[in-house]
């Protein structure tokens, strides 16, 4: 074959019109709207000095904070991935009368703003709401503790383990699960080595979703978690507490360690995506 | 905030609730459902039914003085004004990056993309931040312009509806691109080959063709206008009757302890959710069908 | 109209994907472009279009450049392999598309476009289905309209991608006869692509034969198929027995016939190619040149019997085609042993040398 050096050409030819104006237009408003204030929280935190930041950022009450968001966003999307997991499951394989409710219904947290879903969930685990009520007398306390937190982002991430599950489920081949029944695998053998496998990647990917949603969730936390620093203080709201002293620098270094942290995540998220994509394909 | 995963676009074939391959036990898919609908009333329904439950704790008539409330009118007002700025906007950004992300291949198109998504995975305060960042009047980049100029950006309607058009800015293309992408280029190569301009393929094939999917897109880029709270709250300086939008509003009125009059004005922004997600289940069907084919 | 094709190149990548083509279609003619996938057709059939442009190289109708033209400009009639048709827009819209979407100068009248239409949709034979969605209607009805959207623009080149490749076997055929009907009542200058050589030998004038990204013959179907130019056509064009030898004094021996061997310094390595239906079985050698065979596999189904067997010198294999009758006359059985020889083969030598 005739290997032709060619010119570095980044769009290839089209007959299709409007790639200049439609390219230039999404180009601009993309850089005035997302990249120039995006590169404002390096640009101001590059002012403060590295001592300074590194004084900010491993100060006591931002480290709680980090803390606080890191743990209850893991476990909230550790909680997602078992019962979005299992939601997804049911809706994809059984029938029931609800099902096309439910499966309509699954994306009220997307949905829903965020400041409604907290008051609501604050109102209901608070001592003498309907469902703190309940819990009051074995000593559980949800509104107002760390619990709180995590019940707030397990509501605001499960849809994302359940969409991305969804198809998946659907696309695996049924002739491949009568295969290994054919083969003698039991009912959770075939689940266990023949399904698991096939849904690891959209798990993760579900998991990274709901995990890197609830690091940065504000809305829903604000109300239920008591904001007590060191205790209950998600890196989000002492950000919004910095701005509120006017401590500008302060909340700008905070920001600064969330969009490192939001940006590896995104990365390996895409990382991982096109490794999945790719994994069996004969290169 | 509200993320959003596109409609997906499946193919037709025998469900497998239909096509069992293994008689297995019975009782293990009637636990498993159980506990799934369990866990969905008490995560989603129940927090659904309170917020109008305690909407209406007081009786109707608080209900609707809360909503008829002039301060809460003002908040319905600059949500509308809010909405009304941000959805066009974002809808041509929407079409046109979708038109040169899904019809062309060109290199850097993931960095593209990336971009597009950026404003999911910011936190919502950080977005509010860096408007602050650039447009405070002191502490601001661009504040010795603002100060000569007079204007008024952060704590004034402009930050808020730039914060909006920031987290709404991914909602109309992310609906879009996959449609679009999956679509092809075959339908509008025919219409150029019949002789139609650019435009008018545009117009009279690839829109038709994605209107669920955009029409669902504009929803979710209103529902989100109307409901930004963390970002907006950064922003806009909670000043009554002029920088407060409904969910600043349901805020300050719970924050006030007057829990039923949040909860009514929370309940207006439910309903919204609420049709929201009947529109995303007929576009989701339509597209369904005209992929059929 | 004419189409002249000239020094046409195109490279996707580092892929060449066509290689200076050159190529003159006659007014009314109807040209099948042949070729396995891969092989340029499609390419070459949008480059025609306008779809894709060429990297060198030029394409003339009736003595006009279009190089440089639009697809908009060029008024070629294009058939997707796929069909393309709206799927949003009832039959009648999609044909009517192409006169509905012109400047309001150059646009026929309401009346005048359903005209139109209904002409076509009479000459399609689809006049009932005008109101149906492009979902509703068969693979073969689907082909039928997107014909009669792209003849509504009155084109002066009709191009067909696949025109018949994703239906079934029986509409194909009814397809194929339909359209060749329909080309002697309209000669518009066709061109179709295909990889489905009984396709193009049934329904061209011309056909046009393409190998990675290279033109390997032009002819008529007959030309084509009884004197093919080299060993990929006479591949690609049906089946083939082989059969390796050499020359010697200008002589070609084959397989075991090789009488002097001691002479090879002189001798060239040749293949012979035989069709099938050119082979011949006796039950006796009745000749130098027959070449023993075992029969391994017979299936007599329809007026053709098709042979199998494996030559006793060297192992190989041979297919052979012939009458019933013929094969009732031998009663030939599994296991036997016959003597076959070629009675019609073409040999190339494989520096392309083709004697």
């Known amino acids: 074959m005739n290997l032709l050096i060619k010119p570095f050409k980044i769009k290839q030819k089209s007959v299709i019109p409007g790639f200049g104006i439609t390219m230039g237009f999404s180009l601009t408003?993309?850089?005035?709207?997302?990249?120039?204030?995006?590169?404002?929280?390096?640009?101001?935190?590059?002012?403060?000095?590295?001592?300074?930041?590194?004084?900010?950022?491993?100060?006591?009450?931002?480290?709680?904070?980090?803390?606080?968001?890191?743990?209850?966003?893991?476990?909230?999307?550790?909680?997602?991935?078992?019962?979005?997991?299992?939601?997804?499951?049911?809706?994809?394989?059984?029938?029931?009368?609800?099902?096309?409710?439910?499966?309509?219904?699954?994306?009220?947290?997307?949905?829903?703003?965020?400041?409604?879903?907290?008051?609501?969930?604050?109102?209901?685990?608070?001592?003498?709401?309907?469902?703190?009520?309940?819990?009051?007398?074995?000593?559980?306390?949800?509104?107002?503790?760390?619990?709180?937190?995590?019940?707030?982002?397990?509501?605001?991430?499960?849809?994302?383990?359940?969409?991305?599950?969804?198809?998946?489920?659907?696309?695996?081949?049924?002739?491949?699960?009568?295969?290994?029944?054919?083969?003698?695998?039991?009912?959770?053998?075939?689940?266990?080595?023949?399904?698991?496998?096939?849904?690891?990647?959209?798990?993760?990917?579900?998991?990274?979703?709901?995990?890197?949603?609830?690091?940065?969730?504000?809305?829903?936390?604000?109300?239920?978690?008591?904001n007590m620093p060191m205790k209950t203080e998600i890196t989000p709201l002492l950000i919004r507490t910095k701005l509120e002293q006017y401590d500008y620098a302060g909340g700008t270094a905070v920001a600064a360690v969330m969009l490192i942290i939001s940006f590896i995540l995104l990365l390996l998220i895409n990382i991982f995506q096109w490794w999945a994509s790719n994994r069996h394909k004969v290169s | 905030m509200a993320g959003s995963i596109p409609i997906q676009i499946k193919t037709a074939k025998t469900t497998p609730a239909e096509r069992r391959a293994v008689k297995g036990s019975k009782i293990v898919p009637v636990i498993l459902t159980a506990i799934a609908i369990?866990?969905?009333?008490?995560?989603?329904?129940?927090?659904?039914?309170?917020?109008?439950?305690?909407?209406?704790?007081?009786?109707?008539?608080?209900?609707?003085?809360?909503?008829?409330?002039?301060?809460?009118?003002?908040?319905?007002?600059?949500?509308?004004?809010?909405?009304?700025?941000?959805?066009?906007?974002?809808?041509?950004?929407?079409?046109?990056?979708?038109?040169?992300?899904?019809?062309?291949?060109?290199?850097?198109?993931?960095?593209?993309?990336?971009?597009?998504?950026?404003?999911?995975?910011?936190?919502?305060?950080?977005?509010?931040?860096?408007?602050?960042?650039?447009?405070?009047?002191?502490?601001?980049?661009?504040?010795?312009?603002?100060?000569?100029?007079?204007?008024?950006?952060?704590?004034?309607?402009?930050?808020?509806?730039?914060?909006?058009?920031?987290?709404?800015?991914?909602?109309?293309?992310?609906?879009?691109?996959?449609?679009?992408?999956?679509?092809?280029?075959?339908?509008?190569?025919?219409?150029?080959?019949?002789?139609?301009?650019?435009?008018?393929?545009?117009?009279?094939?690839?829109?038709?063709?994605?209107?669920?999917?955009?029409?669902?897109?504009?929803?979710?880029?209103?529902?989100?206008?109307?409901?930004?709270?963390?970002?907006?709250?950064?922003?806009?300086?909670?000043?009554?009757?002029?920088?407060?939008?409904?969910?600043?509003?349901?805020?300050?009125?719970?924050?006030?302890?007057?829990?039923?009059?949040?909860?009514?004005?929370?309940?207006?922004?439910?309903?919204?959710?609420?049709?929201?997600?009947?529109?995303?289940?007929?576009?989701?069907?339509?597209?369904?069908?005209?992929?059929?084919? | 109209m004419s189409i002249e094709i000239s020094n046409i190149s195109k490279t996707f990548d580092s892929f060449k994907a066509l290689n200076d083509i050159n190529l003159h279609i006659q007014t009314g003619e109807l040209v099948a472009l042949l070729g396995p996938s891969g092989s340029g057709k499609t390419t070459l059939l949008r480059i025609i279009a306008g779809l894709e442009t060429a990297d060198q190289g030029s394409i003339i109708f009736d003595g006009e450049d279009n190089t440089g033209k639009s697809t908009q400009d060029r008024k070629v009639g294009f058939v997707f392999q796929h069909y393309a048709l709206f799927k949003h827009m009832t039959v009648f819209e999609n044909i009517a598309f192409g006169l509905r979407v012109r400047p309001s100068k150059l646009r026929p009248g309401k009346e005048a476009i359903k005209k139109k239409v209904h002409e076509l949709l009479g000459l399609v034979k689809m006049e009932e289905l005008a109101n149906r969605y492009p979902a509703q209607l068969s693979g073969g009805q689907r082909q039928r309209i997107a014909l009669a959207r792209a003849l509504a623009v009155e084109p002066k080149v009709l191009l067909l991608d696949e025109p018949f490749g994703a239906l079934d076997a029986k509409v194909r055929k009814d397809l194929r006869r339909w359209l060749r009907k329909l080309h002697d009542e309209y000669p518009i200058t066709s061109v179709f692509v295909t990889h489905d050589q009984e396709e193009a030998l049934d329904v061209a004038d011309r056909v046009v034969i393409l190998n990675q990204g290279k033109i390997e013959q032009i002819g008529t179907p007959e030309e084509v198929y009884d004197n093919p130019a080299n060993p990929f056509v006479y591949n690609f064009l049906g089946n083939v027995n082989l059969f390796h030898g050499r020359v010697h004094n200008g002589k070609v021996e084959l397989g075991s016939f090789k009488s002097s061997p001691d002479n090879n310094d002189q001798g060239r390595d040749i293949v012979s190619y035989t069709r099938p239906h050119d082979i011949e079985i006796k039950l006796e050698p009745e000749g130098k040149e027959f070449i023993g065979s075992q029969i391994t596999f017979i299936r007599a189904v329809g007026p053709v019997v098709k042979i199998e067997l494996v030559r006793l010198d060297n192992g190989e294999y041979i297919e052979a085609e012939i009458s019933k009758e013929t094969y009732r006359k031998l009663e030939l059985k599994e296991k036997q042993t016959v003597y076959v020889r070629p009675r019609d083969f073409k040999v190339f030598i494989p520096e392309d040398y083709v004697i």
Not at chain 1, 72 to 88: M, Q
Not at chain 1, 173 to 181: Q, R
Not at chain 2, 138 to 149: E, F, V
């Open chain 1, 29 to 226: 408003y993309l850089t005035l709207l997302v990249l120039i204030p995006v590169s404002m929280v390096f640009l101001n935190s590059a002012k403060i000095g590295p001592a300074e930041f590194w004084e900010i950022a491993s100060s006591e009450r931002v480290l709680a904070s980090l803390k606080i968001s890191f743990s209850t966003s893991f476990l909230a999307a550790v909680i997602n991935v078992i019962f979005g997991l299992l939601l997804a499951w049911v809706l994809e394989r059984y029938t029931f009368w609800g099902k096309k409710l439910i499966d309509g219904l699954i994306d009220l947290p997307f949905a829903l703003p965020t400041a409604v879903a907290g008051i609501s969930l604050t109102t209901l685990y608070s001592q003498n709401g309907w469902i703190g009520k309940l819990l009051a007398p074995l000593g559980i306390k949800v509104s107002y503790t760390p619990i709180g937190i995590v019940v707030a982002l397990v509501f605001i991430g499960f849809p994302f383990v359940v969409r991305t599950v969804q198809p998946v489920l659907e696309s695996i081949d049924l002739e491949v699960e009568e295969a290994a029944a054919c083969l003698g695998a039991t009912r959770f053998q075939t689940f266990y080595r023949v399904i698991l496998p096939e849904l690891l990647p959209a798990l993760i990917t579900g998991f990274a979703l709901a995990f890197s949603r609830a690091l940065g969730e504000y809305g829903s936390v604000v109300f239920i978690s008591g």
């Open chain 2, 38 to 293: 369990l866990f969905f009333i008490l995560m989603l329904i129940v927090p659904l039914i309170s917020v109008f439950a305690k909407a209406f704790e007081q009786g109707a008539n608080l209900y609707f003085a809360s909503i008829t409330d002039p301060i809460a009118w003002k908040a319905i007002k600059l949500t509308l004004i809010t909405i009304a700025i941000t959805v066009p906007i974002n809808t041509v950004f929407g079409l046109t990056a979708a038109w040169a992300i899904a019809k062309f291949k060109f290199k850097g198109k993931n960095v593209l993309i990336t971009f597009i998504d950026l404003p999911f995975s910011i936190s919502p305060v950080v977005a509010g931040l860096i408007f602050v960042l650039l447009f405070s009047t002191s502490h601001g980049l661009l504040a010795p312009l603002l100060n000569a100029w007079g204007l008024k950006i952060i704590f004034a309607p402009p930050g808020i509806i730039l914060a909006t058009l920031f987290v709404t800015l991914p909602f109309v293309a992310r609906e879009i691109i996959p449609l679009m992408e999956a679509q092809g280029t075959t339908e509008e190569e025919a219409a150029l080959t019949l002789g139609a301009s650019g435009w008018k393929t545009f117009w009279l094939v690839t829109l038709p063709n994605i209107k669920w999917a955009l029409l669902y897109g504009i929803m979710l880029t209103a529902a989100r206008s109307a409901g930004e709270f963390g970002a907006v709250s950064v922003v806009s300086g909670h000043i009554r009757g002029l920088t407060n939008t409904v969910p600043l509003h349901v805020e300050i009125l719970y924050n006030e302890y007057k829990f039923s009059a949040a909860f009514a004005v929370a309940s207006l922004l439910t309903l919204i959710a609420l049709i929201n997600l009947i529109v995303k289940n007929v576009a989701h069907w339509k597209i369904k069908q005209q992929s059929k084919i």
